[in-house]
Protein backbone atom coordinates (compact mmCIF):
# COMPACT_ATOMS: atom_id res chain seq x y z
CA UNK A 1 0.00 0.00 0.00
CA UNK A 2 1.33 3.27 -0.86
CA UNK A 3 0.92 6.52 1.06
CA UNK A 4 1.85 10.07 1.43
CA UNK A 5 2.23 11.58 4.37
CA UNK A 6 2.13 15.51 4.71
CA UNK A 7 4.06 17.77 7.22
CA UNK A 8 5.62 21.57 7.81
CA UNK A 9 2.00 22.70 8.07
CA UNK A 10 1.18 25.69 11.10
CA UNK A 11 0.77 29.16 11.90
CA UNK A 12 2.34 32.17 10.53
CA UNK A 13 1.79 35.43 10.29
CA UNK A 14 0.90 37.07 6.92
CA UNK A 15 4.32 37.64 4.87
CA UNK A 16 5.85 34.98 6.32
CA UNK A 17 7.53 31.31 5.41
CA UNK A 18 6.99 27.81 5.60
CA UNK A 19 8.21 24.86 4.03
CA UNK A 20 5.83 21.86 3.54
CA UNK A 21 6.84 18.47 2.67
CA UNK A 22 5.00 15.19 1.78
CA UNK A 23 6.48 11.51 1.66
CA UNK A 24 6.04 8.87 -0.29
CA UNK A 25 6.07 5.32 1.53
CA UNK A 26 4.96 1.81 0.11
CA UNK A 27 6.32 -0.25 -2.37
CA UNK A 28 6.78 2.19 -5.41
CA UNK A 29 8.22 1.45 -8.89
CA UNK A 30 8.17 5.49 -10.00
CA UNK A 31 6.31 8.02 -9.03
CA UNK A 32 5.12 10.28 -12.29
CA UNK A 33 3.68 14.09 -11.46
CA UNK A 34 3.69 15.33 -7.21
CA UNK A 35 1.54 17.79 -6.57
CA UNK A 36 0.30 20.26 -3.85
CA UNK A 37 -3.75 21.09 -3.90
CA UNK A 38 -5.46 23.15 -0.83
CA UNK A 39 -8.86 23.57 0.08
CA UNK A 40 -10.05 26.43 2.37
CA UNK A 41 -13.48 26.58 4.52
CA UNK A 42 -16.19 26.46 2.33
CA UNK A 43 -14.04 26.05 -0.58
CA UNK A 44 -13.80 23.48 -3.21
CA UNK A 45 -10.04 21.87 -3.36
CA UNK A 46 -7.72 24.04 -6.18
CA UNK A 47 -4.49 23.20 -7.81
CA UNK A 48 -1.89 24.93 -6.00
CA UNK A 49 1.33 23.58 -7.81
CA UNK A 50 2.35 20.37 -9.35
CA UNK A 51 5.98 19.05 -10.74
CA UNK A 52 6.37 16.49 -13.28
CA UNK A 53 9.19 13.58 -13.13
CA UNK A 54 11.74 15.90 -15.82
CA UNK A 55 11.35 18.51 -13.37
CA UNK A 56 8.60 20.78 -15.43
CA UNK A 57 6.43 22.87 -13.28
CA UNK A 58 3.52 24.49 -12.94
CA UNK A 59 1.67 26.97 -10.61
CA UNK A 60 -1.63 28.04 -10.23
CA UNK A 61 -1.81 31.97 -10.45
CA UNK A 62 -2.62 33.31 -7.40
CA UNK A 63 0.80 31.38 -6.11
CA UNK A 64 3.40 32.60 -8.71
CA UNK A 65 6.35 33.86 -7.64
CA UNK A 66 5.44 33.26 -4.13
CA UNK A 67 5.41 29.33 -3.98
CA UNK A 68 7.99 26.95 -5.63
CA UNK A 69 7.45 23.79 -5.61
CA UNK A 70 10.50 21.05 -5.66
CA UNK A 71 11.23 17.01 -5.88
CA UNK A 72 13.85 14.98 -4.19
CA UNK A 73 13.05 11.51 -6.26
CA UNK A 74 15.70 9.50 -4.22
CA UNK A 75 13.64 10.28 -1.15
CA UNK A 76 9.98 9.98 -3.02
CA UNK A 77 9.74 13.36 -1.66
CA UNK A 78 8.04 16.43 -2.44
CA UNK A 79 8.44 19.98 -1.25
CA UNK A 80 6.46 23.41 -1.42
CA UNK A 81 8.52 26.50 -0.24
CA UNK A 82 5.74 29.62 0.62
CA UNK A 83 6.81 32.70 0.44
CA UNK A 84 5.01 35.93 1.06
CA UNK A 85 2.23 34.03 2.68
CA UNK A 86 -1.24 35.76 2.91
CA UNK A 87 -4.11 35.41 5.24
CA UNK A 88 -5.86 34.25 1.83
CA UNK A 89 -3.82 31.12 1.73
CA UNK A 90 -5.05 29.87 4.34
CA UNK A 91 -6.19 25.89 3.60
CA UNK A 92 -5.48 22.60 4.38
CA UNK A 93 -2.94 21.32 1.80
CA UNK A 94 -2.97 18.32 0.56
CA UNK A 95 -0.26 16.71 -1.37
CA UNK A 96 -1.04 14.42 -4.48
CA UNK A 97 1.12 11.72 -6.43
CA UNK A 98 0.80 9.66 -9.75
CA UNK A 99 2.20 6.48 -8.50
CA UNK A 100 3.12 3.81 -10.41
CA UNK A 101 3.17 0.27 -7.55
CA UNK A 102 2.81 -3.39 -7.12
CA UNK A 103 -0.55 -2.77 -7.35
CA UNK A 104 -0.53 -0.47 -10.83
CA UNK A 105 -1.22 3.22 -11.47
CA UNK A 106 -2.21 5.10 -8.35
CA UNK A 107 -3.54 8.32 -8.03
CA UNK A 108 -2.77 8.58 -3.75
CA UNK A 109 -3.57 11.65 -1.70
CA UNK A 110 -2.22 12.36 1.78
CA UNK A 111 -4.79 13.07 4.76
CA UNK A 112 -3.43 17.07 4.18
CA UNK A 113 -1.86 19.72 6.96
CA UNK A 114 -3.12 22.77 7.67
CA UNK A 115 -1.81 26.20 6.95
CA UNK A 116 -3.09 29.30 8.71
CA UNK A 117 -1.90 32.65 7.93
CA UNK A 118 -2.53 34.84 10.14
CA UNK A 119 -3.15 39.11 9.33
Known amino acids: QVQLVESGGGLVQAGGSLRLSCAAS????????MGWYRQAPGKQRELVAVINGGGSTNYADSVKGRFTISRDNAKNTVYLQMNSLKPEDTAVYYC?????????????WGRGTLVTVSS
Open 96 to 108: NAGVHSRSGFLAV
Open 26 to 33: GIIFSINT
